[in-house]
């Protein structure tokens, strides 16, 4: 044996046991879950070993359905939004001078380096019937009763985006950032006018961040519960907060990992209209 | 007469307090192909890109056909650009790049695909309007790009350095058929190159540039054979340069120039017995005899190079510095060591004024200038 | 007005106010937050407009204090065991034909697309007294009791690393795959053996996707609170449950404020730390 | 007898099916400035890497001071290499970057900061010691990159097309540079480049690949006055080709061929009447004049191309193909549109075998080869 195919064992031997261990690690529970969900319910919770969709059908039937798809719609709702409010920051970010686009990234990112528990706190003392902007509005006559501005559908989302939005500008800035310059003064000088130029060429090759982007803030958005506690006050409930409830009080596993795996669908699915739609397999993404 | 179609005047471009083109005058023919020809850093690329509109003159004037275009955004303007890296639209296919230009002008879809095609077959690329750009090879990419470029049938196309990527058999390649498009079509075309034989082969004229000044504007020949400075002695082409002082008049077409190694007759120039100047001769012109010669120059053969269709003898003087000499062939009878004599026609030892010198001359013209404005 | 600087100010105006809407959207809360910190708790919740330093003083209060020092070394265990695990496996993948690469990393970030939720309730069924793993060790009689792997510090530890594993394989490895090849020929090439060449040319060269892996793991984990509440039973709590257990419970507003900024400034000091360690400056970092 | 320093015999290497370097046989003598020069995919740079390392041969010999490499890694052999695009380390200083080779080897502090500091000189770099890569210019880096990989001494220096990023002027400059660390280390240097004036130049031998093939090796001068091939022929420098078949055998220097345009003399090739050749005139040997010449080709003037030194007159002959002619200076007295006739010394008329002739020879070589196997 050649030194050279001795020292890529030597590696292989290293680094391989640590890739199995790590996909085992990551992929495992996954096939659990799939597997949980074809599954009977046990009494006291936990699962007995029968095959069985009934845990599927339970999806259909219409109180959870309609949390579940409210839960989709949000999270939608959230994204588009997210990209609304992304986009042209990133766009903004990316016309500056080189020295100054990391500052203001970073500026970006400081608040995120505190957990986002706190700041949908922070929230909520804004936002509540005794918080600033009701004591604001009062105090200067513009309403005469209080405002209930949290624990609804439109608060919950404010605090989704608010959340998901920094893993939003990201990719879009990375992408928007790696088009290259001359791309744009040829379309210029063939006549473009900014818009076109914006239309036609930045959007396009921008498409592979914003898919990254969608990615990143539609997934944990359609799972999110924590954001509809705080800020839905257990009136709003999204799909998130029916898998927990599933695994903790309702103690019906099979359903709560059924709930899971229809999302994962539902997510895969739209990821695969967005890239057909978008016709992203055009920029080899 | 033909009208310039693209003018430059005064103009000047500066990044913060760095002058990157200063004070630059230029006129450009109708249906000329100009070069801008310099080292890296010397300006051009910054002025094509002025003219083209990506960048903003800090004072002058631009204009195209009689108009001025100095806030005029690139696409208000009727000039075109080939980059040097191509730029092709990475997402389209090369019919849909080579379209761009027609599709923003909305033309009819049925003219947009004649014309397209029209534009492929004359750059013979034919067949390949559905591949997407990383599917051709780097020459087939310059080619759409100059498509792209020249379908919009512009008044003037930019060229900045577009064949620099290219290896040197396919480089000669494109240069003839860049030449044999800018004859067959008639468009004026302005081209950005640092290579000196790719600007002498191809150029109407030549405009030399070094650190943001022109140097000199003229046809090839000018350029190479009357070098209005050292710089562009010693940019174009190989130059044995020797620094001396007028010496004597001999006649209205030569001088003689005292230097290091002695007095050596020059073509004769506007000037003053006294004055410093620098002589160029190119190495093709210079000769070389065993035997003693009046005014030759006496020097040691040091080296042959042998660089193909050329060989350059590198001869040393008694003040140290070398000489070379091209010949098609070996000189026979000459060894490494022997003792011989250089020599040359007058008419291809060439005087170039001293920058300070020239300086001189711009102020005095200056002086004259505002002298004219006040008598105004 | 030129028609160029006309195009610019509709750029700006358009623009502008998103960018400056989305600056006071993410920054704002967190300001208040630092404001919050110093004034004296509402008797009922909220705060009261003086000035004070009270809530600083309670951190350092012995019983909170062990929970946020717990709360920093949990984050750090985790923050080294990502990037011990993550950096070989990005390696990994580096090492890969360019063609499998893309499908390697979708690969690990498959699952991340189904919620951190859902996954860590399948090691709650793995891990807990009657679960999978317990069963299978007393079927096979290695053990006579069942163990409790669960609710203690180590099961938050590997929750904490199980959630948050992708955000580290991914600065580390787009900072591997941008090493060029050819440094690493050279090095060789100058006589250095495979090991010295990882040591003196890769480590130093992906020492930003370090970092970036290190923030993208420390932060949101020094924060996280739902791990601890699944995987810990109430029984670990970490900084994030005291910060929301202040908010709501306790309702000691100014001092859950008081800890986010104190781990604020520990986060920032870390990194600082790190990377003048790192000499990052080096590398333009 | 100069032993050689590195051998290949029949190195093979594929990648998949594709077969990029095809059976090479080389030797590179001691001391030696020997250049690999073809197009861009001509395997130069994987024959290159094969020596270094890099690539593993599919099948073959290297071996490097009569030891055999092909199994060893890059650090374990004594061979150094400068990459195209400088490939310094940028994270290290530039005096880091010399000494990484001397670190490696656990050299001592004060040895390595001698060496260092002497290398730097050597490559006009004193002072720069302390800054980063992307603080110098690109000249400057290709510079580091040599001295960090001569510091090391190496048996063989190995340079991939080290001077391609550089601009024309700059690129003489080193050149120059290049050969005079060379003579003055006395190190071999196997130097790949697609630049024929370089390889010309620069190098004692050069080895001239095409297609994976090697396609001839020799001298600067019998490369370009005596090319094997076709494709050396065109390859390097510009030549005139015209196809024909041998007729007579004039003397033992001589021999006439046919060609569409007429009968030719040209120098003698050891073949046989009948058989099917090229024949090369380079652009520089050919003369014309208006009057008729016996054996003179007649032609028609078509243009001038003004290229510095040289000026191309281009002629067109009655079989509609084109000729080129170099002279130094305009020919007096010839007008486009001239009929004149072309001739040149029949030394310089250079036949060439047909590949598919060499394929016969190679075949009965082979052929003899085996008989002679089969006697021992």
């Known amino acids: ?285 | 007469m033909v009208s310039p179609i693209v003018v430059m005047k005064d103009v000047v471009k500066k990044y913060g307090d760095l002058e990157v083109v200063k004070s630059l005058n230029l006129e450009v023919d109708s249906g000329e192909f100009l070069t801008l020809l310099g080292p890296s850093g010397c300006g051009k690329t910054t002025t094509l890109r002025m003219i083209a509109g990506f960048e903003a003159a800090t004072s002058g004037i631009i204009s195209v056909e009689n108009e001025r275009v100095e806030d005029k955004e690139p696409y208000e303007r009727n000039v075109n650009t080939v980059f040097q890296n191509y730029s092709l639209f990475p997402h389209m296919s090369i019919f849909e790049n080579v379209a761009y230009g027609l599709t923003v002008k909305k033309k009819k879809k049925a003219e947009i695909k004649e014309k397209v095609l029209e534009m492929l077959e004359m750059v013979q690329l034919n067949g390949y309007e559905n591949r997407k750009p990383d599917q051709i090879s780097g020459g087939q990419k310059q080619r759409v790009a100059i498509a792209r470029a020249l379908v919009n049938h512009p008044k003037v196309l930019l060229l900045d350095e577009p064949l620099g990527a290219l290896d040197m058999k396919l480089r000669k390649q494109m240069q003839l058929e860049l030449k044999r498009l800018q004859k067959k079509l008639g468009i004026t075309f302005i081209f950005v190159t640092h290579d000196q034989e790719e600007a002498l082969t191809m150029s109407d004229r030549i405009a030399v540039m070094n650190g943001g000044i022109l140097e000199q504007v003229g046809s090839s020949k000018e350029i190479y054979d009357s070098p209005n400075t050292r710089f562009v002695a010693d940019f174009i082409g190989e130059s044995n340069l020797f620094e001396g002082l007028i010496k004597k008049f001999l006649n209205e077409k030569e001088m003689l120039v005292g230097t290091e190694v002695g007095d050596i007759p020059v073509r004769w120039l506007e000037g003053e017995i006294g004055e410093n100047i620098d002589v160029c001769i190119r190495p093709e012109y210079l000769k070389f005899s065993p035997e003693k010669i009046l005014h030759g120059v006496p020097a040691v053969v040091k080296d042959f190079i042998f660089a193909g269709s050329i060989i350059k003898t590198i001869l040393q003087m008694n003040n140290g510095l070398e000489l070379i000499v091209s010949t098609f062939t070996e000189t026979e009878g000459i060894h490494l060591g022997d003792l011989v004599y250089v020599y040359w026609e007058t008419k291809h030892a060439v005087p170039i004024r001293r920058k300070e010198n020239l300086l001189m001359d711009v102020l005095a013209q200056t002086q004259r200038e505002v002298f004219y404005h006040v008598e105004e």
């Open chain 1, 1 to 285: 044996m050649s030194k050279s195919k001795m020292a890529r064992l030597a590696v292989f031997s290293t680094v391989g046991p640590i890739f199995i261990w790590t996909v085992f690690l990551i992929v495992g529970p996954m096939v659990y879950i799939v597997i949980m969900s074809f599954m009977q319910k046990g009494l006291y919770g936990g699962v007995e070993k029968k095959f069985t969709v009934v845990a599927y059908q339970t999806i259909f039937e219409e109180t959870y359905f309609k949390t579940i798809l409210k839960s989709i719609i949000i999270a939608m709702k959230t994204t588009v939004l997210c990209l609304l409010l992304s986009y042209p920051f990133a766009y903004f970010i990316t016309r500056q001078k080189k020295s100054r686009r990391s500052g203001l990234l970073l500026f970006i990112m400081l608040p995120f380096i505190t957990s986002g528990l706190v700041r949908l706190y922070s929230w909520v003392i804004l936002l509540n019937k005794t918080g600033i902007i009701n004591r604001f509005l009062l105090d200067h006559h513009f309403i005469s009763n209080s405002i209930q501005f949290l624990y609804n559908d439109n608060a919950v989302t404010l605090g989704l985006i608010y959340v998901f939005l920094p893993f939003a500008v990201l990719p879009i800035y990375n992408a928007l950032e790696k088009i290259d310059q001359g791309l744009l003064d040829v379309s210029s000088d063939l006549g473009a006018k900014p818009v076109r130029t914006f239309l036609k060429v930045t959007l396009p090759l921008s498409a592979s961040g914003v898919f990254a982007s969608v990615v990143l803030v539609f997934v944990p958005a359609i799972g999110a519960y924590f954001i509809a506690d705080i800020l839905g006050g257990g009136k709003t409930l999204l799909a998130g907060n029916l898998i927990r409830s599933q695994f903790t009080t309702s103690k019906n596993w099979p359903f709560g990992a059924a709930i899971s795996v229809f999302l994962l669908a539902v997510t895969l699915g739209m990821l695969y209209i967005y890239n057909k739609v978008g016709n992203l397999d055009d920029l080899g993404v």
